[in-house]
């Protein structure tokens, strides 16, 4: 019997997101097939205590699955130790993990290769003057107030005039010690392109409708009162079309590797990316795991195509 390939499973990490990612660890364990993989978790502390990395660098797995969320887990930091470990991972690499973490940077690179992003204001931490409540009003209340770094629609609100937005921006600096992203609210379709990492090239294994009850899609429609439902979507085919071009484009264009969700809006046939997420949540209520179900396919699988093409390019 040919020995079990030895997956390294990161979670836990000092984000705001620490929560979801153990949530997203269990659910991958889960459905990883005992019989084929080894698995050694490494729970990265809160704190800077690095005692995880000589633990993986002794231990050398085949792989790592990165099941972390935020923070250094997402933003290039893990990724970078990783490679200079010489340890092979699913997912996107230093470069394009920092790129996508940053929504001001990501928007940036994606708008100059032509793919339609919604406008917006960076303010830096405690930068907000009397400059962003004048861009702020030729943009046009209601506005989408969020952190720049931030993951899981944590610290995301509407605000409908100016002592609002100064109160959100706020929350933002003060609670999630990050820049804030001010953007254009629209009122549309939301949807997600969960988009895989193909031999030939990236394929969009579902696009899914994100049926939410409220105003914008924050972190307790998700996973406290978990009150939307994602299904395949049921577009024209025409619409599916432009949408799935433009999430493989995003996906191509930012360098991004093993797979990741391209979320969009639609409003009036006008298609729109609000971001690029590398390490999307792998929850049993998150959109990735609710795809691949939709689908037909279980997670096993999923993770399995992943694996197996990361470690033959490693090969190869």
């Known amino acids: 019997m040919p020995d079990k390939i030895k997956i390294g499973i990161l979670m836990g990490g000092s984000s705001s997101e620490r929560e979801i990612s153990y949530m997203s660890a269990e659910n991958i364990v889960k459905s990883l097939n005992k019989d084929k993989y080894q ?145 254009k609210y629209i009122d549309g379709r939301e949807l997600t392109c969960a988009v895989l990492q193909g031999k030939n090239g990236p394929e969009v294994i579902s696009l899914l409708d994100i049926n939410k009850t409220g105003s914008i899609f924050d972190y307790n429609a998700k996973y406290t009162e978990k009150k939307w439902a994602g299904g395949i979507s049921s577009l024209p085919a025409y619409m599916q079309d432009m949408i799935t071009g433009i999430a493989k484009k995003a996906f191509t264009l930012l360098g991004c590797r093993g797979y990741a969700c391209v979320d969009m809006i639609l409003m009036e046939e006008q298609i729109y990316v609000i971001e690029v997420n590398t390490l999307p949540g792998m929850t049993a209520q998150s959109l990735i795991p609710n795809a691949v179900k939709a689908l037909g396919m279980d997670l096993g699988s999923f993770f399995d195509r992943l694996i197996e093409q990361e470690i033959g390019d490693k090969n190869g």
């Open 39 to 183: 698995i050694l978790a490494y729970d990265i502390p809160f704190g800077s205590e690095g005692s995880w990395i000589n633990d993986i660098a002794e231990d050398k797995p085949d792989i790592v699955l990165n099941a972390l969320h935020g923070g250094k887990g997402e933003d290039g930091g893990v990724q970078g130790v990783l490679r200079c470990l010489g340890l092979p991972f699913v997912g996107s690499g230093v470069m394009t993990s920092a790129v996508c973490m940053d929504k001001n940077v990501c928007k940036t690179v994606m708008a100059s290769g032509h793919i339609p992003v919604i406008e917006g204001i960076p303010v830096k931490r405690n930068g907000y003057d009397l400059s962003t409540e004048e861009a702020a009003a030729r943009i046009g209340f209601p506005l989408i107030v969020k952190p720049n770094k931030g993951g899981s629609s944590l610290g995301i609100s509407m605000v409908h005039g100016v002592q609002e937005l100064r109160a959100a921006v706020s929350t933002v600096f003060d609670r999630f010690c990050d820049d804030a992203l001010i953007e």
